[in-house]
């Protein structure tokens, strides 16, 4: 299926990994020129070289950190003054573990800057022009856990939620002018991070990383993780031109693993 955004510009945050490279490989299959942002210069050029080379498409690089306003209002000028941002898919990265109590006060601080704050930020910043352009998609990636609160990642089940209801208040701002709004939850996408997620309960438990990932396994239904190109898919269609009438939600990929309706 054509997705009716060849030529739109995306602005990608994470892209130097995971699930924002994957995002980003699949915007550009679909002839999207693209803005790629994390703090890795060095990663992110050889993203861009591969996908300018693979897809043909035009991809400038902006070394962006979240927790950083100046970085973040940098960006956007970068990106929105240069013909304009018609897709913005929102990723951060992701907090250490721990439970609910003992996080300091500090470190709640630090994320909430990176992991809200600078999203917050650079929304408010390219959203304007999309609806002056009357076309727009946001899509930012949460967590499962903005569902479903998952038990060692009490910063990153409490931050996100915060995001999900400032796109829910935000999709209802300009859903008559085109734009929307929608959030991602991922369960257990096979990135990076996953491993190293892994890597870290299996030194706690004394398994091995292979049992910690099969035992992980085994709570989803679909009996595996997620690839970056499962998720992507769902991600592109959301910033297709098909989806203009889907705002305001959050979608899950997941395999089936939150329980609830
Ligand atoms: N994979 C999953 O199954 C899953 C499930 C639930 C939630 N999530 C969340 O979804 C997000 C993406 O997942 P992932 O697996 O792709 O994670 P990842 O591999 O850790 O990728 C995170 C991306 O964010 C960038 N980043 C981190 N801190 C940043 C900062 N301060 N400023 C700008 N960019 C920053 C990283 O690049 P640099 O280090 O170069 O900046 C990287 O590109 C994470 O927040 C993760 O916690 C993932």
């Known amino acids: 299926m054509d997705l009716g955004i060849k030529g739109k510009r995306a602005l990608v945050l994470g892209a130097s990994r995971g699930l924002g490279a994957g995002m980003a490989r699949a915007l550009a299959a679909e002839g999207c020129n693209l803005f790629l942002a994390a703090r890795t210069a060095e990663r992110l050029d050889e993203r861009a070289r591969e996908l300018s080379r693979e897809y043909g498409v035009t991809v400038e690089n902006r070394p962006l950190d979240l927790g950083d306003l100046d970085s973040v209002e940098a960006c956007a000028r970068a990106a929105g003054g240069s013909g304009g941002v018609d897709i913005l898919i929102n990723t951060t ?19 909430f800057q990176s992991m809200v704050l600078g999203v917050i930020r650079l929304t408010d910043l390219l959203v304007p022009a999309m609806r002056e352009r009357r076309w727009g998609r946001v899509v930012t990636v949460t967590s499962s856990g903005v569902i479903q609160p998952i038990p060692v990642l009490a910063v990153s089940n409490t931050l996100r939620a915060s995001i999900v209801t400032f796109m829910k208040t935000l999709s209802t701002e300009v859903a008559a002018d085109g734009v929307t709004v929608n959030v991602m939850a991922p369960g257990r996408i096979w990135t990076e991070r996953t491993d190293e997620i892994d890597a870290a309960n299996a030194k706690r438990s004394g398994a091995s990383q292979e049992q910690v990932r099969r035992q992980s396994m085994a709570t989803i239904p679909v009996g595996r993780y997620g690839t970056v190109e499962e998720f992507a898919a769902v991600a592109c269609f959301l910033a297709s031109a098909q989806a203009s009438y889907v705002t305001g939600q959050v979608m899950r990929v997941d395999g089936g693993m939150i329980r609830s309706v």
């Open 93 to 111: 990265g992701g907090p250490p573990p721990s439970g609910a109590l003992g996080v300091t006060p500090a470190l709640w601080l630090q994320q």
